[in-house]
């Protein structure tokens, strides 16, 4: 719909700018702050409609200009599996109505030059007050009697999912979304995420009864804002609008004691709000090869506009981050560090759910660095509260804010809606001012004890997995989880294949063994010596694997000539020998040596996994891949991924516990070359792992060496057996007869 405004103003940049240049002022010191100025929020009226409608009039007679907004007061619910009609059912309203089609209803809109949109929540006119009359009638139509062409809808859902696919390549939309998912949780009425599946869900039937149910006359208000009074109110409204009572709604209790709505299904409100909880969790989206990373630390909020606090928090969140160029955020990433053009704080109150998140873009070798600094001044606000200066700043510029906005009549129509949605004081407004400078730095330092949590919050990350995943995992506070990978619809993350029909895992392993030589030439290898190098903490350090025959191995891993550890396996027990002591690789450990303890591994999957299975096929970095799925005989589990044309092992991804945690660890193959007429990798990037990332070179190959049958051996003392001790009914009688010399 075309929608049609005046601007009107007055160009004296020309006149006021050799006036500041001239002026002389001494801004060694901050003007002495004057008296709290009075607020006058200007006349207006409210009244009640007989069928329930709340009226509020706003009277501004310096253009003969009329807006006028229909809102009705909902709770937010839960959409379930059909997430989205809500808005839909907004965007809608105006499709058409039991007398005018889309078409009628935009060419009148035209023709008077007027402003017309809605949303879920109701709608708005505006437009010269000689049409108000017409633009009521047309307002009364689209609030009252919808029509929800099944034409329109469908234009409606692809317009939504042309939306929700373009979100998959845009960064702040993820973080938006799926932020808010994870803020507040996806059965949350603030949390749950419109999808093209839940948009392909939406009917017609669910439009009508959420209209049918919500927009009602005893739930409404009517909000006139400009050249009008409220005689001329009262006229107006003696039409339809007025006489409007609509049938009730038809519900009832389904067994749980949920009401259960025709047309809608079981409604499931808010009935607590989300509070900060359990600790520190950090989810990424990935976006391979990104060059920056949006970050998002945020928690829910119990905080109400009318709570006492409020303004206090507002202050607070001022001073952390919210919209000042002072703010600390922006002067520590900012202005000190150069990591990011903006970093912001909100904290929103709502009289249902409120919540806090901080947001950024920064790059993507900075992104953790930069999570350390938003949580730091998260912790110090905390901690040490706030300067008289800071407080002095950021109420000038709430008071400014302030001020401005009353130079606007729809300020005042907003703030006495608002007084009504929330509950607020009837001087809420009025006062503001007084309040305001009346916060003091210990309402602040309370402020922030009771609204910011570090220690609870949700930090989403929307940037590349390959390059941050192993360095995110030590800001996650959460017992056993390390970073948890989701979708750009905030789901858990999961692969998704496409089946390759009569290809199997045993096809895939041979593929792969052709490709590196044949299983004639990998025959001739008896034994083999690799030695590898790296860098670990700024430190030179070589790894040294030997490979010998019945699946016996040792490594020798070395930093700056000192040895850190040394793992040696005679193809029955295992021996690890460190710094730390020496002791007997068990368990998992053991089955994950006996696996990959092999120069070529997939020749031995029939000893060492329980089951290999092909997953399907995937694209990964825009290559063609096949992955196997595999089961170890101590139940651990890693995936391959296999060019599918050159049939080369490209990758490895492997879910371990360490220190705690459960890490994933990526490994890439790349750089084949031969030796001994087999063809190995020669460099292998590992990725996710708790000692961080590596790249590791392979320098040296050396195959079929005289290798002694002692070279791994190991001194362990022989393994306990345990000794079975049979039941009483198993256990044989005992002869105590003297036995005969």
């Known amino acids: 719909m075309n929608a049609r405004t005046i601007h009107t ?21 901050p003007p002495a702050p004057g008296p709290t100025p009075k607020v006058s ?27 006028v907004q229909v809102r009705f007061d909902i709770p937010p619910i839960t959409q379930g599996q059909a997430f989205g009609y809500i808005d839909m059912m907004g965007d809608l309203l105006a499709a058409g109505t039991a007398k005018r089609d889309k078409a ?21 006119a505006s437009g010269l007050k000689r049409h108000l009359p017409e633009l ?8 009252t009697s919808p029509t929800f062409p099944e034409a329109e809808i469908e234009k409606a859902r692809k317009r939504e999912m042309s939306s929700v696919q373009q979100r998959k390549d845009d960064a702040s939309a993820i973080a938006d979304v799926v932020g808010r998912s994870v803020t507040f949780g996806r059965g949350h009425p603030y949390g749950e995420v419109v999808t093209a599946t839940s948009l392909s869900r939406i009917s017609v039937k669910q439009l009508n009864a959420y209209h049918h149910t919500f927009f009602r006359p005893e739930k409404g208000y009517l909000v006139f804002v400009g050249d009008i009074t409220e005689k001329e109110v009262r006229a107006l409204l003696k039409g339809e609008l007025s006489k409007w009572k609509p049938d009730a709604v038809r519900s009832t209790l389904n067994e749980n004691g949920m009401e259960h709505i025709e047309g809608l299904g079981d409604v499931r409100y808010l009935d607590k709000p989300a509070v900060p909880r359990g ?8 976006r391979p090869g990104a060059g920056q990373s949006v970050i998002r630390v945020s928690f829910p909020l119990n905080l109400q506009p009318k709570d006492e606090r409020a303004l206090s928090a507002q202050v607070m969140n001022t001073i952390l981050g919210g919209g000042v160029f002072n703010a600390r955020l922006m002067q520590n990433l900012r202005e000190d560090k150069g990591w990011t053009y903006g970093i912001y704080s909100t904290m929103e109150s709502d009289r249902f759910n409120g919540h806090f998140h901080i947001t950024a873009n920064v790059g993507t070798d900075v992104t953790d660095s930069a999570i350390v600094e938003t949580l730091k001044e998260m912790e110090l606000i905390r901690a040490k509260g706030v300067t008289a200066e800071e407080l002095d700043l950021a109420k000038r510029y709430m008071a400014g804010s302030f001020a401005r906005s009353l130079e606007d009549p729809r300020t005042i129509a907003r703030f006495e809606l608002n007084k009504h949605l929330n509950g607020l004081a009837d001087d809420h407004y009025a006062t503001y001012l007084k309040r305001l400078d009346a916060v003091t730095i210990a309402d602040v330092q309370a402020a922030a004890e009771a609204f910011i949590y570090p220690d609870n919050a949700v930090i989403l990350v929307v940037g590349d997995k390959k390059k941050l995943m192993s360095k995110l995992g030590s ?35 041979e593929d792969h063994l052709k490709a590196i030589g044949g299983r004639e030439a990998i ?43 040394e793992d040696v396996f005679d193809g029955t027990r295992g021996v690890r020998l460190s710094s730390a002591g020496d002791r007997e690789i068990e368990d998992m450990e053991l089955g ?22 092909l997953s399907g096929r995937i694209n990964i970095g825009g290559k063609p891949m096949h992955k196997l799925f595999i089961q170890l005989n101590t139940g651990g589990t890693v995936g391959d991924y296999y060019d599918a044309k050159t049939g080369l092992k490209q990758q490895r991804v492997d879910r371990k516990i360490a220190d705690g945690r459960t890490w994933t660890i990526t490994t890439e193959y790349s750089n084949y070359q031969a030796a001994g007429g087999v063809l190995f990798p020669r460099t292998i990037v590992q990725t996710g792992g708790p000692g961080g990332d590596l790249t590791l070179t392979v320098t040296a190959i050396d195959v079929n060496l005289d290798l002694k049958p002692t070279f791994f051996a190991i001194t362990l003392p022989p393994p306990v057996v345990p000794v079975i001790i049979p039941s009483s009914e198993e256990q044989p009688s005992m002869d105590i007869t003297p036995a005969e010399d």
């Not at 103003?9 to 010191?29: F, V, W």
């Not at 209803?105 to 879920?120: E, I, K, P, Q, Y």
């Not at 008896?526 to 025959?549: A, F």
């Open 9 to 29: 103003g007055l160009c004296l940049g020309g006149l006021i700018l050799p006036l500041l240049m001239n002026a002389q002022l001494d801004r060694s010191h």
């Open 41 to 67: 929020l200007g006349a207006h009226t409210t009244f009640k409609l007989p069928n329930g409608f709340q009226v509020i009039v706003v009277e501004n007679h310096k253009l003969p200009l009329v807006g």
């Open 104 to 124: 009628t209803l935009d060419a009148d809109v035209d023709r008077m030059g007027a402003t017309f949109f809605t949303n879920s929540e109701g709608a708005y």
């Open 136 to 143: 009521l009638d047309l307002l009364t139509e689209v609030v």
């Open 279 to 286: 600790a520190r969790r950090v989810l990424i989206v990935d």
């Open 475 to 509: 800001f996650s506070w959460s017992t056993g989880q390390g970073v948890t990978e989701l979708d750009h619809n905030g789901a858990f993350w999961v692969e998704e294949f496409e089946p390759v029909p009569g290809l199997t895992a045993e096809q895939v392993i």
């Open 523 to 565: 025959a001739r290898i008896k034994n083999m010596r690799m030695e590898l190098t790296t860098e670990m903490n700024g430190r030179p350090v070589t790894v040294v694997q030997w490979y010998g025959p019945d699946g016996q191995f040792k490594s020798v891993t070395k930093a700056d000539d000192l040895l850190m550890q």
């Open 592 to 613: 994950e040596l006996m696996f990959n303890g092999h120069a070529i591994p997939e020749l031995h999957y029939p000893q060492t996994t329980e089951r290999v299975i």
